[in-house]
Each structure stands twice: as C-alpha cells, then as structure tokens.
C-alpha cells in the first residue's frame, strides 16, 4: 500500500495569481483551491500543480553556471512552433540553452516568474537522460 496517493507540483513565487494563470491556460487547467497564499490547479489526466506566495522568491539562473537548475517540468507537444507561440503569447520565454542530446527535440522556456520547463516533441523518455 502507498503512503502517498497524490503528488502536486509546487513553484515558489512572487505573484501566484498570475503564475496559476499561465499554467492554467497552458494546461488547459481549472482552479481547485485558492487561499491567499496557494493556488491549485488540475489539468488533464488529473496532473495537479500549486503555487505559493513567496515574496522573497527569486528565480534560478538555468542556464547560466551561477545557480543550480533546481527543477523544471517537462511537458510533451505535438508542434513545437505552435507550442512556443503559445507560451510566448501567455507571457512565457524562450531560453537559450544547448540542444539537449536525445532522440527527442525540445526548447526551453521560462514562466512569467522565471521557472524553467521544457516543450518536448513527441514521447517523453521513460529513463533520465544520460550525459
């Protein structure tokens, strides 16, 4: 039996209303739980992710050495054109960052409060890439 049954994603940021909106429209999410400081969101296949208030949060530095990456998230698309319009157009960016080595062909991308994730097209790899 498992000790957990759910797990959420949790981003530190400045302004969580305007980082759960970006992650609602580019999941495709709804809303379900708000509080002052924490925002809920669930997208399809019941992917779950929250963002608290953090007044203090700075953003890490990826892909400059100077800070670690610390996590980013990694989602799968069809279109990577399409995709990257989109993101831009919620108010993302794109980040300069060396073509990751792997079968798969992906972009980096920074949300509206600096947290990294990436679009990748087709099937995301089932074992943590090497090198």
């Not at 530190?12 to 305007?18: G, V």
């Not at 709804?30 to 997208?43: C, D, K, L, M, Y």
């Not at 670690?68 to 279109?79: G, I, N, Y």
């Not at 920074?110 to 990436?118: K, Q, V």
Request: charged content about 25%.
């Amino acid at each position: 039996m498992a000790l957990v049954n759910a797990g959420v994603v949790v981003l530190d940021c400045a302004e969580p209303e305007r980082l759960a909106e970006f992650y609602k429209e580019l999941l495709g999410a709804e809303e379900t739980e708000a509080s002052a400081n924490r925002i809920e969101i669930q997208g399809a296949g019941g992917f779950r992710m929250a963002f608290r208030r953090d007044v203090n949060a700075t953003p890490p530095s990826w892909p400059r050495p100077e800070n670690s990456l610390q996590a980013h998230l990694d989602f799968v698309v069809e279109d990577l054109d399409e995709a990257e319009r989109g993101v831009v157009g919620l108010g993302g960016r794109p980040l300069e960052a060396k073509d990751a080595a792997g079968p798969h062909e992906e972009r980096g991308f920074s949300d509206p409060a600096g947290h990294s994730f990436t679009m990748r097209r087709g099937i995301a790899p089932t074992a943590p890439k090497q090198g």
